[in-house]
């Protein structure tokens, strides 16, 4: 499962920022390994990561680890580098991203933050008016399942200060919620020749100037009632010189939603099954809370937290590459559950469902 972690460029990132300064004794390596075991083992304290870990010393030396202590990974916790860990899920990321990629195929990435609750557990976390904790800030290529960049914030971060960090790749169309209204990086997207779809704000004034003709209504869950190219409303200076497009429709529920574009030659309804496809980021959020272990923290310091995050989230990437590698088809929770049952068993992921070879050879009976 650590294949893809290549030891050299991983050495390369730990000398980068003197991540073995504080711990000698300790390296990086030992770390990540252990707070990946933590992650997929499913144990919640430093004392059983610690016990589990140890009770398998007979395999420390093929992962090229030893003998794990609480204090040592307490101390580590709280003062390792959190750029060590950060580099290796951007390396992972590339990688799953080189392995999914298909020629031809347009380009969709998903923006949201999830915010990860503290409460009374740390209180240095920061209140944003909801919670008092962190926030998970992810962008996400549902077509490949694979999260291609995050960050780790406080709470009362605001999600397009973020966002408008993210890299704008041209071809691309970058989907979000109407958390990130902001003119300025609309039109920085537009200007990179990259779409958006979004959703719009109610306070937002538009005046459609050109009605568009409607071939196609229904689409999955949903029925457009509108579709014109608008332009913005302002008693200001403020100005968006780029094609918009407002689109609205009917859910099945009954609730009409409207979405601003940039993208005039998609129709309607695959504009808006583009914004449906939003919710794919947050069941990786629901995903990584509920089977990875980000909802009890091994430390309740800021940099403990950030690096259990990222251990979360690089254990994701691991087994994404892994189910990709072997060709497993199954669903990543049970592929999940069964690494777990079996971390230090020596098994073939690809047979990783499959019961253990029987012995071909029979007994010779008494004559």
Known sequence: LLEPINRRQFRTAVDGVDGDAYDKSFTSWDHLVALIYAQLSGNDSLRAVVAGFNANSQ????????????????DANARRPVSVFAQTFATLSAMASRQLRCEGKEMVRLIDASPIPLGKVCNWATWNGRIRGMKLHAVYDPKGDVPSSVEVTSANVNDIEIGRQVPIQPGTTYVFDKGYCRFDWWQKINDSKALFVTRAKQRIRLRAFKHRTIRKRKGDGFKIIADDEVKLVSKGDSRLPIPLRRIKLRRENGGVMTLLTNDLDRTAVEIAALYKSRWQIELLFRWIKQHLDIRKFLGTNDNAIRLQVLAAMIAYLLLRIAARTNCI???????AELVGQLLFTRRALATIDKPPPINPSRRQSCK
């Open 59 to 74: 395999h420390h030396y093929h992962l090229g680890t030893g003998k794990l202590r609480r204090s040592t990974l307490s």
């Open 329 to 335: 088809k199954m669903l990543p929770l049970r592929l």
